[in-house]
């Protein structure tokens, strides 16, 4: 079998995607919200259901300068099973990250511990649609209107997720979508905010441009985060075949499921009441103890037979080398327990079929 990896980045062909970009050529109109920027804009709102909407260089740059138009100073209630993005945005922004639990079955953050969380302090809630699996949005929300925070989702893994018909990215005050090439839908780099608020999102457009407000004008200290119409052209080819894509990821998983559904010893993530999932990611978390084999022991026996297992995410953030002793992550035990014993298995639209079953008999030989 050819080396496997966690993921591989969906493509159009190579002519769909020089056609999109030859009136770059003529126009010589390289960056700086051109024509591609702003059709793709246009038609991600559509997509993604939502109401407004700004393109940003990557999903990282869209969680940091949200926070940093909201001017947060304080702290804010996140989980650390994530990727090192959301935490840094945190800090990078002056903040105080205190981790919340997260939930065992979904691993989001568990909104039933959040508000024992809550102090004079808190200034946000920042929870991860965490493998594309979706908080508990109206928990959240109620949390933070009874206490006046504002909700920043990292949606990093949640493109084209709906829940009750509508798109997830319209919950919260913002929701920050990756658009990174390992992403469900990719524009090489990429991401975008979407948001509500008119006000919000004019400081916001202004710190992806270095905090530029007009020709002689610059009145916030700002970033360069903008998309290049490069990436916004890929963005564009992409859209037209993501519904294919997640069909085709739809099917990897279903196979996946077939294996490994009902296996002593192994979590399988269940599909979310009134949700339309997009298939990211497809974690299982191994109990060594009724399995047989741990989760490491795993990874192992697929790597030699060239298969990239990841074990995202661990370790948690909070107890990343360069925070060290500053959390304590027995806080977060069910945190803890999960990111030492997941998994997430390939899975991208053309992993072939033939390849699932041999990833699991693999993993089956595991069980003891
Ligand atoms: N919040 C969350 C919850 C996130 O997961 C992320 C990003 C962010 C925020 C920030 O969004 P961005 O600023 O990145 O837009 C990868 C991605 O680089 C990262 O975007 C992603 N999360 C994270 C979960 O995964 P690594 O360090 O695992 O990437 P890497 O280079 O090992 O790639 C993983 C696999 O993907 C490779 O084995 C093969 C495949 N791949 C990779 C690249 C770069 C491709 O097929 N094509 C490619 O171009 O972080």
Redesign the pocket.
């Known amino acids: 079998m050819n080396n496997i990896?966690?993921?591989?980045?969906s493509m159009p062909d190579f002519e769909e995607y020089t056609n999109e970009i030859k009136d770059i050529w003529q126009s010589h109109w390289l960056t700086n919200m051109g024509v591609k920027h702003q059709e793709l804009q246009k038609e991600l709102i559509d997509y993604l259901d939502v109401e407004k909407l700004d393109l940003m260089v990557?999903?990282?740059?869209a969680?940091e300068l949200s926070m940093q138009a909201m001017n947060l100073h304080g702290e804010v209630i996140t989980t650390p099973f994530?990727?090192a993005?959301?935490t840094h945005a945190i800090v990078r922004n002056g903040c105080e990250p205190v981790f919340c639990d997260i939930d065992p079955v979904s691993y989001c953050i568990d909104a039933s511990k959040i508000e024992d969380l809550i102090t004079d302090r808190t200034v946000a809630i920042a929870p991860?649609h965490?493998y594309g699996h979706m908080c508990d949005v109206e928990e959240i929300q109620r949390i933070a209107n009874k206490y006046g925070l504002k909700v920043i989702y990292?949606a990093?893994?949640a493109f084209g997720v709906k829940y009750k018909g509508h798109g997830l990215g319209s919950y919260g005050d913002v929701s920050c979508y990756?658009?990174?090439?390992?992403?469900v839908f990719n524009s090489i780099?990429?991401?975008c905010v979407c948001y509500h608020d008119e006000d919000f999102g004019k400081t916001l457009y202004q710190l992806k441009n270095f905090g530029i407000h007009g020709p002689e004008v610059v009145d916030g200290v700002g970033a360069n985060a903008k998309m290049n119409e490069f990436c916004a052209a890929m963005g564009l080819c992409n859209l037209r075949h993501v519904d294919g894509e997640i069909a085709k990821r739809k099917a990897v998983v279903e196979r996946y499921r077939e294996h490994l559904e009902g296996v002593d010893g192994l979590q399988l993530s269940p599909i979310q009441k009134d949700m339309q999932p997009n298939y990211a990611y497809f974690p299982v978390v191994f109990d060594e103890k009724v399995f047989g084999s741990s989760r490491n022991e795993v990874f192992d026996a697929l790597a030699k037979i060239g298969v990239?297992a990841?074990k995202?995410f661990y370790p948690l953030t909070s107890s990343f080398d360069c925070f060290h002793g500053k959390y304590d992550v027995m806080k977060t035990p069910i945190a803890v327990r999960i990111s030492k014993r997941v998994l997430t298995l390939p899975l991208y639209a053309d992993l072939a079929l033939e390849d699932v079953d041999r990833i699991c008999k693999v993993i089956l030989e595991c069980k003891k």
Do not use: C, M, P, Q
């Open positions: 990896l966690v993921t591989r980045s990557n999903g990282h740059f969680i994530t990727f993005s959301t991860v965490v990292d990093a893994h990756s658009f990174h090439a390992t992403k780099e990429g991401g990239g990841r995202y």
